[in-house]
């Protein structure tokens, strides 16, 4: 069975940096695409990035692009999320998911695997 599980967040000031990490196992993931999706208190959960296991590429929100930056160690199964220049907006609990298929995706409908997410809290 495939189980995502996130770690990595925390509370951090504006401007600052964090690395969210989300491990997988119960399966082979070189033929998934994973992404990060994000909710806030009150708003609904949209897309944050998105990388192709197989062949490395990704996809941005362009409220992230240039600060986030997401990346895979296949010897490790495990997919990051680098975050910089954070800011207060960025708040929100930050969720890990799959889907099969090499072609990435800002829908998450198209997900299938989710982790429990991780809080990440951005202070001004």
């Known amino acids: 069975q495939v189980q995502l599980v996130e770690s990595g967040g925390g509370l951090v000031q504006a401007g600052g940096s964090l690395r969210l990490s989300c491990a997988a196992s119960?399966?082979?993931?070189?033929?998934?695409?994973m992404g990060w999706f994000r909710q806030a208190p009150g708003k609904e959960r949209e897309f944050v990035a998105a990388?192709?296991?197989?062949?490395?590429?990704?996809i941005y929100a362009d409220s992230v692009k240039g600060r986030f930056t997401t990346s895979r160690d296949n010897a490790k199964n495990t997919v990051y999320l680098q975050m910089n220049s954070l800011k207060p907006e960025d708040t929100a609990r930050y969720y890990c998911?799959?889907?099969?298929?090499?072609?990435?995706?800002?829908?998450?409908?198209?997900?299938?695997?989710w982790g429990q997410g991780t809080q990440v809290t951005v202070s001004s």
């Open positions: 998911a799959g889907r099969l298929g090499s072609s990435v995706s800002n829908n998450q409908d198209s997900y299938n695997r």
């Open positions: 119960g399966g082979t993931f070189s033929s998934y695409t």
């Open positions: 990388i192709s296991w197989s062949n490395g590429r990704t």
